[in-house]
């Protein structure tokens, strides 16, 4: 099992930034099997792709929505990925959610593993 634990969530202004962690444990958890990433979803929208990075660090991807504005980095001595929000606008607004999987299910497929979600507003 991998557990997955998001934190960093809040209400911010358009404009602003905020930093997302999730750090990642469990029995069957291994950074040489398993890659992270970030997923989102609005109120009345389906759960979509943000960010995925692999544990080396060497592979990102990003939704063309957010490129330029977020940064998904790891702390591999902490287990934890983060995502670094900047330029916020309105319609980044969603629950963001912490997936484990292998690093091409989590850019085209859906991962096994969920963290329990934070929630980002951003105000206009």
Do not use: H
Not at 30 to 40: D, E, H, I, N
Not at 59 to 69: F, L, M, N, Q, W
Not at 109 to 124: L, N, R
């Amino acid at each position: 099992q991998v557990q997955l634990v998001e934190s960093g969530g809040g209400l911010v202004q358009t404009g602003g930034s905020l930093r997302l962690s999730c750090a990642a444990s469990g029995r069957t958890f291994s950074t040489y099997t398993y890659s992270l990433g970030w997923f989102r979803q609005a109120p009345g929208k389906e759960r979509e792709f943000v960010a995925a990075i692999r544990w080396s660090g060497g592979s990102t991807s990003y939704a063309d929505s957010v490129k330029g504005r977020f940064t998904i980095s790891v702390d591999n001595a902490k287990s934890t990925v983060y995502l670094q929000m900047n330029s916020l606008k309105p319609e980044d607004t969603a629950v963001y959610y912490c997936a484990a999987d292998a690093f091409l299910r989590l850019t085209t497929g859906v991962p096994d593993y969920w963290g329990q979600g934070t929630q980002v507003t951003v105000s206009s």
